[in-house]
């Protein structure tokens, strides 16, 4: 028997630069079967360094503000379109296994639409939860109508947490498996400390590497900003956007610190920033935001924090995902506490020189070892050779 082929379909994919496509990039990046994919055209930052991990396709649509605004409410109009492209694709190539990706929702569907049409086994990747994201009332009506039949009717449901998986068997009633937010092997071991540059500097950094969003971190960074004015002179929160945000928005936002700093970089440069930094900090919305998304996700952005050798500070609510594994594994400083106050002395707690720094560093190595990308991708292999069989 030949080798078993995937096709990856997920709208956010390499050069595209998402949480959701540097997810993905990572298992791929080190799957040793068969593969090839088929990406989207994100609105997002393009970085030339972020290669796709395999032959890839891209369906495109037109770009600028105006088709994103429009897109932004209307995306899942495109079902059919999507739909039509990957058939063609699947027609040509004859792929023995659909890898689905979420987000986004009309890819998705497409993706599952093609693969029951002819008969391949289709895996559904649930990287956030879908219907409980969905605030426009379009959107909300799509995922209330596909959701359910892609979660009982594919053949494999990925989820990336433990609680994700306990929150779809409440919700549905399935068995799903489990594949963790996979951290690349080549940054496990070239982990690198830099701790004498470090304690040599007078100014205490703090970095947090990623975009704001108002359903996810918006409301726990505003606190963050409220903290850092009541940190000395000294200390500076420098933040990694991957599009830089005015300040008028920020104000409005509640985020004005002078002590706040953006900085535009490529991903090899993010790397470097997070290492020469003191701290490097994990916010999740605490209110105002989608409180079961919360409850059950894990930000990408920690996949780098771990292997940084960098302390993590966590701000999250209490019960959280993100609380509990850092808790339980010991790889993260934990505030629970909606408080700058709170915030202000964790970081104040984690400056000090006599802060065991090293224990929470190794711990995060050993954490990022147990996500390390080779093990998801095998995962994944065995299962394609196994359900191509039965079929």
């Known amino acids: 028997m030949s080798q078993p082929k995937i096709l990856v379909i997920s709208y956010s994919f390499p050069p595209y630069v998402t949480p959701s496509a540097v ?133 494999r449901v990925i989820c990336c947490t433990e609680k994700a998986q306990t929150y779809y068997k409440k919700k549905y009633g399935i068995n799903s498996n489990l594949i963790l937010h996979a951290v690349p092997d080549k940054d496990i071991d070239e982990f690198v400390e830099i701790k004498d540059e470090k304690d040599k500097s007078e100014k205490i950094v703090i970095v947090f590497s990623g975009s704001l969003a108002v359903h996810m971190n918006r409301d726990a960074f505003a606190v963050m900003s409220q903290a850092m004015d009541l940190l000395p002179e000294n200390y500076e929160l420098l933040w990694l956007p991957i599009t830089k945000i005015d300040q008028d928005t920020l104000k409005e936002a509640g985020i004005s610190s002078s002590k706040i700093r953006q900085k535009l970089v490529n991903r090899m440069e993010m790397k470097e920033e997070l290492r020469k930094a003191n701290i490097v900090f994990a916010p999740l919305s605490h209110k105002n935001a989608s409180m079961d ?99």
């Not at 934990?334 to 020189?353: F, G």
């Not at 065995?382 to 079929?391: G, L, S, T």
Request: net charge positive; glycine share 6%; proline share 5%.
């Open 23 to 155: 997810l993905v990039n990572n298992i791929f990046k080190e799957y040793k079967g068969a593969i090839q994919a088929i990406g989207g055209s994100n609105f997002s930052k393009v970085d030339s360094t972020f290669a796709p991990p395999c032959e890839t396709h891209y369906i495109k649509h037109p770009q600028g503000r105006l088709f994103e605004s429009i897109l932004y409410r209307t995306h899942y109009m495109l079902m059919p379109y999507y739909y039509k492209r990957i058939k063609q694709w699947v027609q040509k190539h004859k792929p023995d296994v659909i890898f689905g990706n979420y987000p986004k929702d009309a890819m998705l569907v497409a993706s599952y639409r093609v693969a029951k049409e002819f008969g391949i086994p289709f895996y559904v990747y649930m990287h956030d939860l879908w219907e409980e994201n969905m605030s426009i009332s379009g959107s909300k009506k799509f995922a209330q109508k596909w959701e359910p039949e892609i979660l009982e009717k594919s053949d």
């Open 293 to 391: 998304e919360v409850m059950t996700v894990f930000s990408n952005k920690l996949l780098s924090y771990l292997v940084s050798g960098t302390p993590i500070l966590v701000f999250g609510p209490k019960g959280c995902y993100h609380n509990e594994l850092a808790l339980s594994g010991k790889w993260g400083y934990v505030v629970d506490e909606d408080s700058p106050q709170t915030l202000a002395n964790a970081i104040l707690e984690m400056a000090s020189p006599n802060f065991d720094r090293n224990s929470l560093v190794n711990n995060a190595l050993e954490e990022a070892n147990r996500r390390r990308a080779s093990k998801c991708a095998n995962t994944i292999e065995n299962w394609v050779r196994k359900d191509v069989q039965k079929f």
